[in-house]
């Protein structure tokens, strides 16, 4: 991860090589996100909002925890993605102590002000790490599976564990995208599975959007301890029975709803040779699915932390 690795051109500056931005069908996409096969979802002020509104529906499954592992006073912690920046700016503004750095391709989503002891760098994620060793508390990466590629994983997570100090943790959050029935009702039929089928087709190649449920196992391999790997199910409307999974799950429902044109139109056309009127349909169908309360729909959320040994 360094500008070093980034081929410029003559004529564009490195700042210029990240802020190119380009409209496609009233979305402004990240060029070089795009060129690079690295991203394929809008960096515009709708995405923002639409990330600002999914941190605080996490925050809410998260009954407001920031940060899982027992982790008393975090003196420098990095997080990778950053995206809109709700997550990093909370943990900045909670530990004002703590030298708080965030990572991310796109610049465009920040914030016009954020707190002091926060700074947030462009770059590649992709790339090995040039942060010093062991220098973070804690490394967060939350929500990044479709920017990392596949055969990055591992050498990933081995980055994340050199730059944490021995004794420092990793937390990563990820979501599974293929929408699942709680009581199995949703078949090959339901446009959602269809949706959802060609979005995996559309990245198979490329990222490997099965490591949700990998996280533990790969952290375990990293040499972590200590390392525990949950499923939280994030309901995708109103069917649960109790009053606060009902009411994430009618959250999820309308940002679910709103982001699946901006997830799928750009990947389905670019890489499936999908028409637009064809993706148009597809999406509207998989959205009345997403409101029928019969199929229980739901997203798996996986969260995984390790901790460094201390030597
Ligand atoms: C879905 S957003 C999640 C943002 C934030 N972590 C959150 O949970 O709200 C994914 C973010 O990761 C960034 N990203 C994806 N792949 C990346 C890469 N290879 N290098 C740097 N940033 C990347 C994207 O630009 C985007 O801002």
Redesign the pocket.
């Known amino acids: 991860m360094s500008s070093s690795t980034i081929d410029l051109d003559d004529t564009k500056s490195l700042d210029s090589l990240y802020t190119e931005t380009i409209n496609i069908g009233g979305r402004v996409y ?1 060029q070089l ?1 795009l060129d690079r096969g ?2 394929f ?1 809008p ?1 515009d002020e709708d995405e923002r909002e639409r ?1 600002d509104q ?2 605080m529906i ?1 925050q809410k499954a998260f009954d407001q925890r920031l940060i899982f592992p027992p982790i008393e006073n975090p003196q420098n912690i990095l ?6 920046a ?2 990093v700016c909370e943990v900045a503004e909670r530990y004002p102590q703590c030298e708080v750095i965030g ?4 610049p465009h ?1 920040k914030p016009d002000e954020i707190p002091p002891n926060l700074w947030l760098q462009v ?4 790339e090995p790490f040039t942060f010093a060793s062991n220098q973070f508390d804690l490394v967060h ?4 599976v ?4 596949k055969d990055r994983w591992r050498s990933y997570i081995r980055d994340c564990v050199r730059v944490t100090k021995p004794g420092g943790w990793l937390q990563f ?1 990820e979501w599974y995208t293929n929408v699942q029935s709680d009581n199995g009702s949703m078949g090959d039929d339901h446009a959602l599975r269809q949706l959802s089928g060609l979005y995996l087709r559309a990245l198979d190649d490329t990222r490997d959007i099965r490591v949700p449920m990998k996280l533990g196992t790969m952290m375990r391999e990293a040499g972590l301890v200590e390392v525990d790997s949950q499923m939280i199910q994030l309901p995708a409307n109103g069917w649960p029975s109790t009053e606060r999974e009902r009411e994430i799950g009618n959250m999820n429902n309308v940002l679910y709803k709103e982001g699946l044109g901006a997830q799928c139109n750009y990947l389905l056309h670019e890489y499936l040779n999908m028409d637009m009127p064809e993706i148009h349909v597809l999406v509207a169908k998989a959205r009345q699915d997403l409101d029928n309360l019969a199929l229980k729909p739901y997203i798996g959320l996986y969260v995984a932390i390790g901790r460094k040994p201390n030597s």
């Open positions: 990240q996100a690295l991203g979802t960096i990330l999914q941190h996490l997080d990778c993605g950053y995206g809109s709700a997550w990572v991310d391709i796109s989503m770059d590649d994620l992709n990466s939350q929500l990044v479709t920017g990392i590629k959050v």
